[in-house]
């Protein structure tokens, strides 16, 4: 392969790549294709943030909170915890960044608009997908089962748990593969109660989760490996074959005259408002779900002449999110932990799923299937902020998988434009009958297994004493018992879907668009189904494997 001149010499052409988003799936695309030896020009619509100000420090992150919510800049990503536990100025400026959603469907889209993108608040909880989630479709007959499975993914599964540094334990559960890790961390007292007494009384398995750890930065590590300045984009800039460029808000692809592949990139550079054009021999797609599908929607030729074709006339459609509710609940009479215990990806554990495997596990009422993540004795406040004391306190929260269905989906709303005059998405995405009789399910295990262990499903203001918060609280979609609205769980999925053929989906099982294969879709918009767990490792795997397959095909021409 020939590499393209440095941008100093004055090519028209100095990119071989340009890579869309510099979060979890951009950074690794970035690092992929340098490291096979590609120039790489990474564009990020957001700042580029130190590692200080981008992680903030309290008290100083809960007062600019309180700021953001007073004036409206972060009206809705409030209801999600992890707004709560991060520095507000890792969440979009609503003000900026609107979008619209039919009056009777809300959506809540929850944006990181900086360089790192939401990997810099992750949860870290990094599940592999089955083949029970791959296959689904050709189980059941509803919609499309994936072109890939989870042989294709695992190799690179595999490297970026170790890069990660993963901890679980090998369960050996069909339905939730077993991966590289490190030693699972410690159950707490309560937690192995939990474990016994589910098996006992519901036959029901409590693993331990699987993710990585908290950070605690120092001056030789400020980032967490977690994040992509942590460990992917810093390799990618190791390379010296990358540039990043913040502040470049990317409009649309320019298609080649006659179609068939795309040129460019044109993009609004945040700071000024002038427009520019970057071509590339290769166009990796990593905005993040929604925002990608907008991109597309806006290079179509429904749009603009000549523009992008979608032969499957799916593009936007099938738009997916993961279905969540939760409880909090006590125990009485459970040994403490004779050391504080972390919540986290690893700290934490799970009742994977355990229905609609197969004919055994068939449920009556709904298809697919869900996960509990589940903690006890992992967040307890100081002895006088415990409404209950010498009881355990845990929480249970459901995931489950969302059906995809034409009706959901992202449009373009060309009356309303943002702040940098492009157009809006308009997100129409509602629960249908089986994601309410998944729920239901989900909350009569929760109460199963609650009376199991001996406790009691309680509000959390029953639990702790909260006196500033309450009233927030009180008002938060997070303690509500009925499931949260689409989007609240932050796992959008959809919209550019893979399949084994341009009449059934957006991108083949390269994840290059049919309508240019030069474009590749490597972040959530490209999901034809999405299972129950959580899908940032499987995104970040199918990053990888279709940038190394692309860079592959640019060396041999």
């Known amino acids: 392969m020939s590499v393209a001149p440095s941008p100093t010499t004055g090519s028209a052409v100095p990119w071989d790549a340009v890579v869309v988003g510099a979060g979890a799936n951009g950074s690794v695309a970035a690092m992929v294709l340098a490291e096979a030896g590609l120039r790489v020009l990474v564009l990020e619509a957001g700042p580029e943030l130190s590692a200080r100000r981008a992680l903030g420090s309290e008290p100083l992150n809960s007062l600019r909170r309180l700021a953001h919510l007073s004036s409206g800049r972060q009206r809705l990503q409030r209801h999600h915890p992890g707004f709560w536990k991060h520095n507000p100025e ?5 003000r900026q960044n609107p979008y619209s959603t039919p009056p009777d469907a809300p959506f809540l889209w929850t944006r990181g608009r900086q360089v790192g993108g939401k990997s ?17 479709a050709r189980r059941d007959g509803h919609g499309p089962a994936w072109p890939i499975g989870s042989a294709e993914l695992a190799p690179f599964y595999d490297r970026l748990e170790t890069l990660l540094g993963v901890h679980g334990q090998r369960d050996g559960l069909s339905q939730l593969p077993d991966g590289q890790f490190l030693p699972p961390l410690p159950f707490t007292p309560g937690e192995k109660h939990l474990q016994g007494a589910i098996a006992r009384d519901l036959g029901l398995p409590l693993i331990h989760s699987r993710g ?33 460029r913040s502040g470049a808000v990317v409009s649309h692809l320019e298609m080649a ?6 040129e460019a990139v044109v993009l609004v550079e945040a700071a000024s408002g002038r427009r520019e054009r970057v071509a590339a021999p290769l166009i990796v797609l990593c905005a993040s779900t929604i925002e990608t599908v907008r991109l597309l929607l806006h290079s179509s030729d429904a749009i603009r002449r000549g523009g992008l074709s979608d032969p499957s006339g799916s593009l936007g459609r099938f738009l997916m999110d993961h279905i969540s509710t939760s409880r909090f609940f006590s125990i009485p009479s459970i ?3 004779t050391e504080p215990a972390e919540l986290s990806g690893a700290g934490s554990c799970f009742i994977p799923n355990t229905v609609n495997l197969d004919e055994r596990s068939a449920e009556e009422g709904f298809l697919r299937g869900y996960g509990i993540w589940a903690a006890l004795q992992r967040f307890d406040p100081p002895a006088l902020l415990r409404r209950c004391p010498g009881e355990a306190v845990g929480f249970l929260i459901g995931h489950g998988e969302v059906m995809p269905r034409a009706d959901n989906r992202v449009s373009l709303d060309c009356k309303r434009t943002d702040a940098w005059d492009l157009p809006i998405p308009h997100i129409d995405c509602r629960w249908g009958t089986n994601e309410r009789a998944m729920v239901a399910h989900m909350q009569g295990r ?3 297994v609650v009376a199991s262990a001996g406790g009691r499903i309680r509000p959390i203001e029953e639990l702790f004493v909260l006196p500033l918060l309450e ?38 099982a390269w994840n290059r668009c049919w309508g240019a294969p030069n474009v590749l879709v490597t972040d959530g918009a490209c999901w034809p189904s999405a299972g129950w767990q959580s899908p940032t490792l499987t995104e970040m795997a199918i990053t990888w494997r279709a940038c190394a397959a692309a860079a592959d095909r640019m060396r041999r021409g």
Do not use: C, K
């Open 90 to 94: 890792l969440f979009v400026d609503e």
């Open 446 to 448: 929760m109460e199963a």
């Open 335 to 337: 040994a403490p932990p």
């Open 120 to 136: 810099l608040t992750w949860g870290g909880i990094t599940l592999r997908l089955s083949e029970a989630e791959f296959q689904a």
């Open 471 to 508: 009233p927030l609280i009180r008002n938060s979609l997070a303690v509500r018992p009925e499931a949260r609205p689409p989007g609240y769980y932050i796992h959008e999925l959809g919209g550019a879907r893979m399949a084994g053929s341009p009449e059934a989906g957006v991108v083949d």
């Open 257 to 262: 005259t006659g179609g068939g592949l795309a």
């Open 212 to 244: 990585f750890r908290l950070h605690t930065p120092t001056p030789a590590t400020p980032w967490p490996p977690s994040s992509a300045q942590g460990l992917s984009l810093a390799r990618a800039l190791a390379t010296g074959r990358v540039q990043l």
